[in-house]
């Protein structure tokens, strides 16, 4: 019986409703089960979200008080920041059950978090990307290194929406 590998994500008092509807799209798209977060800025911006997908319809969007009552034997905390000492991504093996932790927009992980955490990561880009940006590498990353059998027609014909009928037909040109 193969092991079922889970993944949420949590976001340092993120202020932008934007970016958690981007994180949203993203954990839908990914399979993440869980989207925390801390501090208050979104909670006040909540009313903006903007959730395309509906995916807060699946996922469970919650606050917390610290990220650290969330490890344990079910989860590992991994960081994603840019850190001295942080495993490059495409050098990352993703654990089978993992919170993986960004900082804020406009700001960094704590340095109290890192110094609990399992593992941290960064994406090797020049300057940083957009939280939401991020977010998509990281979740498509672990998804491309996980040894999952995929029938890529029905994935293809499951995930397009009603417009998309496209279809390749190589070698007819």
């Known amino acids: 019986m193969q092991q079922t590998r889970s993944s949420a994500i949590a976001l340092c008092n993120p202020k932008s409703p934007s970016n958690v509807g981007v994180v949203m799209r993203a954990a839908g798209c990914y399979g993440a089960s869980a989207i925390y977060y801390t501090g208050k ?10 959730d395309t997908k509906n995916a807060s319809q699946h996922i469970e969007l919650s606050a917390v008080e610290s990220f650290t009552e969330l490890a344990g034997q079910h989860r590992t905390l ?6 001295v000492g942080a495993t490059p991504l495409p050098e990352f093996i993703h654990p089978d059950h993992a919170l993986y932790i960004f900082g804020p927009e406009d700001g960094s992980v704590d340095q109290s978090i890192i110094d609990v955490a399992d593992a941290v990561v960064y994406v090797p880009t020049i300057g940083c990307m957009n ?6 590498v990281l979740l498509y990353d672990r998804m491309a290194k996980q040894q999952q059998a995929i029938d890529h027609s029905e994935r293809i014909k499951s995930s397009r929406d009603v417009n998309n009928r496209l279809v390749f037909r190589n070698g007819n040109r």
Request: proline share 0%; charged share 20%.
């Open 41 to 50: 800025r979104f909670a006040r911006a909540a009313k903006y979200h903007q």
């Open 131 to 136: 939280l939401g940006a991020t977010v998509n």
């Open 78 to 83: 991994v960081c994603v920041e840019f850190a």
